[in-house]
């Protein structure tokens, strides 16, 4: 393969790595600063992060490996997800494995393995933290998969790079009904994947109103940081996946430095504006019941299916 | 105004079940240590017209036992079980003989404040298993919280019996906070025990203070000038004020909207700097002194007017968000009946369709009485919401209203003269959360003998598990602050 493509994944990952806990910085800065109140400042994440690494570890009574192996895999599948998904380059020695299926299994695994830690507790906190989180995702990943096939409709297959570059070559793929509505929906299923209002209230102290951070209350430490880290990664892969499908503009289809290194400022640009965006939204929304999340999620499945009928019977070219 | 009636064990609820039927509530129960004998004070109160009558009983020391009232009131019920733990006076045919306010650690047979207890003992073993209900079926656990918790509340243990996420029981176990104040009270001169009154609930420094100061007038025959009533009516508002718009945004926070809590805060924060230049402390301490008031400054009535022009457009924000608006509906219901029967006060109440009201049933003075007491009658959430928002309109009107007949300064009666022999004397006031009644007995040389503070989350905290049947175990925590007792008010 090439030097280019290597290069990329080199940039994308550390990229992604050492942005993740800036992102998460800047939204609750953007937040704050919307609220009116000062903030923490954006480094504040990395700041955490670092106190976290210092403590030492520490393991309920009674847990096994499930609790154990939880924090690496979460953060392991989330950096493979930063390699798989083209946020800056569709050129890559890894293109060929970029596979929209693969890249929903990788969240899905990274959802269970929190699931079963919380399971594994045996605490009532992590019980219903992980019986949430499976009926938030046994909604979610569904819709993650049909708003994307309605996008690899037009493309002709189910490899992001794939999608991606087509749709930057052709941006009426993005206009069109079937584009509009997977936009919806996939940013409806981002929200609940990544734990944000108004599914979820990462900002929540209320141990009975959890979803995400009940499942991880038994965390300290490093395994804690490792947990936050993950989270992190998930949310800026997420949106990062979010940008390339939908604002594919500027991201490297050839083999040219100059275009990964741009791809990579745009890329980061991306992001920031989106999380920022969903920052500023999330002032203005609360959080819903529980029970009316299904509805919402459900209205979300519904817009990416009706996406995929409209790219199956409105799509005119490449359907093949 | 009050008239007190000496009654023998066997008339006791004969007498409890007439001014019970007539309207009355059991206001407070105070046990006394006398020489010869172990007394019994009931107080029964109603208004308007204000009327306050009580019912004294004598126990023998050696074998203090007294006919139940709880068949008659579930308030009293509470009472008997609290004398039961803290003096050892046992309640006859008691439906719940267990214990409510006793430490589990605290050796059996001790008795706190019986005037043999002594310094309090060690940690003992754990008496004697305790266990919580269960509730069995299919697909039931529980889920245990607290007494600590993630956030920096005050410590409480719920445990929730659940199916799915609906909550088929919850029992609340309070009682972490006991701190002796009834205790403390004892032997302290007047002016003394008015910081240790101030300090029962930090958040209602006036309402306690208040509540004690008119205790010990009575007592005293002290004549308190119009002035310093009016003043004392103005502190009370303020102090509804501020701890009201607090639990606005609290309750918006708990939904997720953080930006109406960051408003919410911002008044408060806003009213607390014009209590601090109002009575030299954030909170409101020292405006109300034994005799009459003490204010440095008077809030200004711009100052109010934006205030009050905040708190509508947070109220309206609130209300007019769809999704905020959605969670308060509905949301842990308190039926009217089951509000009467626990025998709520404050805005419990008055969401419940109650219209209970101290300033109403037992005025001050003439001034301070609001001009309309807010009340809805649906019994949720919102209702909850509802009615602190329009009591936060009534008391910025009543503030203003006062003003005009306050001083600065020192306001003091002339000083009482010197009485002899044991006098008692009782105080009722409508804090901020519902009715406070405190019964005070001097002894002969003037300091007090008893205190007993009865606060409204004494009355109210069996009404919200009662609220929460059949609620979601993620809408507790809203619910548990629409409420908002207070755990030191509870456990003295």
Known sequence: MNTVGYTAIVLQVGAVVAGAPLLTGLMRQTRARLEGRAGAGVLQPWRDVRKLLRKEPITPVGTGPAFRWAPPLLVATSLVLAVLVPLISTDTPVRGRADLIVVVSLLALGTLALALAGLDTGTAFGGMGASREMAIAALVEPTILMAVFALSIPAGSTNLPVIVAGAADQPARLTSPAGLLAIAALAVAVLAESGRLPVDNPATHLELTMVHEAMTLEYAGPDLALVEFGAQLRLTVLLGLLASLFAPWGIATGASLAAVLLALLLAVLKVAVLGMALAAAEVFWAKLRLFRVPELLAGSFLLALLAVTASYFLGGEGGQ | MRTAHEVNTGELPKRAEGLLRDGHRLALVAAHHDVDAVRLVHLFVSGPPDTRIELHVRLDPARPEVPSLAHLSFPAGRFEREMHDLHGIVPLDHPQPRRLVRHFHWPKGWYPMHPDAGDPPAFGEQEGPYPF????????????????????????????????????????????????????????????????????????????????????????????????????????????????????????????????????????????????????????????????????????????????????????????????????????????????????????????????????????????????????????????????????????????????????????????????????????????????????????????????????SFFNWPALPVALNDTIVPDFPLTNKSFNLSYAGNDL
């Open chain 2, 133 to 456: 209900l269960e509730v069995t079926g299919d697909g039931v656990y529980e889920i245990p919280v607290g007494p600590v918790h993630a956030g920096i509340i005050e410590p409480g243990h719920f445990r929730f019996s659940v199916v799915g996420e609906t909550i088929l029981k919850l029992k609340a176990r309070l009682w972490f906070v006991h701190k002796g104040i009834e205790k403390l009270f004892q032997g302290r001169s007047v002016a003394a025990g008015l910081p240790l009154a101030e300090r029962i609930s930090g958040d209602t420094a006036v309402g306690h203070a208040l509540a004690y100061c008119l205790a010990v007038e009575e007592a005293t025959g002290t004549a308190v000038p119009e002035q310093a009533q009016c003043a004392r009516a103005l502190l009370l508002e303020l102090e509804r004020l501020h701890n009201h718009v607090a639990d606005l945004g609290m309750l918006c926070n708990d939904v997720g909207h953080g930006i109406l809590n960051a408003h919410a805060q911002r008044v408060r924060e806003q009213l607390l700097r014009l209590n601090d230049t109002v009575t030299g402390h954030r909170l409101l301490r020292g405006g109300v002194v034994p005799g009459g008031s003490a204010l440095r400054t008077l809030p200004h009535p711009a100052q109010l007017d934006a205030i009050g022009d905040d708190i509508r457009d947070i109220v309206k924000l609130a209300l007019g968000h769809s999704t905020i608006h959605d969670r308060f509906t509905g949301t842990a219901i308190l039926r009217t009946e089951a509000a009467r029967d626990i025998g709520c006060l404050g805005y419990v109440a008055r969401a419940s369709g109650l219209a209970q009201d101290a300033r109403i049933a037992h005025p001050l003075s003439p001034h301070g009485r609001p001009a309309n007491v807010p009340v809805h009658t649906s019994g949720d959430v919102l209702a909850r919401f509802l009615v602190r928002a329009e009591e936060i309109d009534a008391s910025l009107a009543l503030i203003r209203e006062l003003r005009d007949s306050v001083a600065t300064g020192p306001v003091l009666g002339p000083a009482p003269a010197a009485g002899s022999g044991p006098r008692s004397g009782v105080g009722l006031v409508e804090g901020w959360r519902g009715t406070i009644a405190t019964r005070v007995e001097l002894a002969a040389d003037g300091t007090l003998a008893r205190v007993k503070p009865v606060d409204p």
